[in-house]
């Protein structure tokens, strides 16, 4: 097959082995994969061949990253060729710490830079019980960022626009941290985009389990990519030697330690171990995050084992 044939298109909207579309000139089509295997993600920029009203993807431009959680059953991507993770967590309801810190370690793995959002910073008690006890991640190099998405939306907006301008933003939040509040504020519409697409897609059904790309601007130089919510979060792609130097809190003491193959978890002369502090502390690593990152590895390692 000649490449004068094919159509470039960027993948919006990914449905099981449906895909929708977009032209360059703006207009959306379903897709679907070659052949019976769907290798396709959000965030694709592929060549595609008409077939009627709809199209086959018959190649995939490479990627710059992919990012994904994998457990001891299946591997969930995500979405790929991002800028940015925008994960939103709220005062209200109670995060998970672990789920938290596993979404940055994905997230660094693939180069991709992490952006964490407080939400409700309105409730004044709740949110800075919150913001204290984000205290260690709020001290690395991606800071957290305060939003009162209903209270406040468009010094939020303008905010949000100011950091995510001209960059691809996979957007991640557990149930009422106010994705969709976020997402609605930026890109206005959105919701009711989805329920195009589902119905396009006869398969409405899957409105909230999919994941879809709204563009922000007229232009077209800045995107949200909705996600859907998951209960866990399988780091089983990751090496547990590697997982210091993907917290960014524990690698800059990595270098401190006696031996090179050190586990961090034992051995004499760790420079890790050294650097625990009292959660609350202004240096070292904070114990709580050390607890994280040693259940972590047991985890990986007794997951390497079989």
């Known amino acids: 097959m000649q490449r004068a044939n094919l159509n470039k298109g960027l993948i919006v909207a990914n449905y099981g082995r449906h895909f929708l579309v977009e032209t360059p000139e703006g207009r959306r089509l ?10 396709g993600l959000v965030g694709d920029r592929v060549l595609w061949q008409a077939t009627g009203d709809e199209g086959t993807i018959e190649k995939i431009d490479e990627r710059s990253n992919v990012f994904y959680r994998q457990d001891e059953v299946r591997t969930k991507s995500f979405a790929t060729n991002l800028d940015h993770i925008l994960i939103l967590i709220a005062a209200e309801p109670e ?30 008690g709740p949110f800075t019980r919150a ?10 190099h991606y800071g957290v960022l305060p939003l009162s998405l209903k209270a406040c939306p468009e010094a939020d907006r303008t905010t949000l626009l100011k950091l995510l301008s001209g960059k691809t933003t996979l957007v991640l939040g557990p149930s009422g941290a106010g994705k969709s509040t976020l997402i609605n504020l930026l890109a206005p ?16 059904k899957h409105t909230t389990t999919s994941t879809t790309w709204y563009w922000v601007d007229e232009a077209k130089t800045t995107a949200l990519i909705d996600s859907p919510g998951f209960q866990e979060f399988g780091l089983n792609h990751i090496d547990p030697a590697q997982l210091a130097a993907y917290m960014p809190d524990l690698k800059p003491f990595v270098s401190k ?4 193959n050190c586990s961090h978890l034992h051995e004499p002369g760790c420079g890790v171990m050294a ?3 009292p959660d609350g502390s202004p ?6 995050r050390y607890k994280i990152y040693s ?3 047991a985890e990986l390692s007794q997951t390497k084992r079989y």
Do not use: V
Not at 30 to 39: D, E, M, P, W
Not at 189 to 204: D, H, K
Not at 257 to 260: E, M, N, R
Not at 283 to 288: K, P, Q, R, V, Y
């Open 283 to 288: 240096d070292g690593i904070s114990a709580n």
């Open 295 to 297: 259940d972590l590895y």
């Open 189 to 204: 519409g959105a919701l009711a985009l989805t329920g195009e697409i589902s119905q396009a897609l006869n398969s409405g």
């Open 30 to 39: 379903i897709c679907h994969s070659r052949g019976k295997k769907s290798q």
């Open 131 to 140: 913001w204290e006890w984000l205290k260690p991640y709020r001290q690395m």
């Open 95 to 124: 995060f998970s710490s672990s789920q938290l810190s596993r979404a940055l370690i994905a997230a660094e793995a693939e180069h991709i830079t992490p952006i964490i959002a407080l939400n409700k910073s309105d409730l004044a």
């Open 275 to 277: 650097a625990i502090k």
């Open 257 to 260: 330690c006696k031996f090179y």
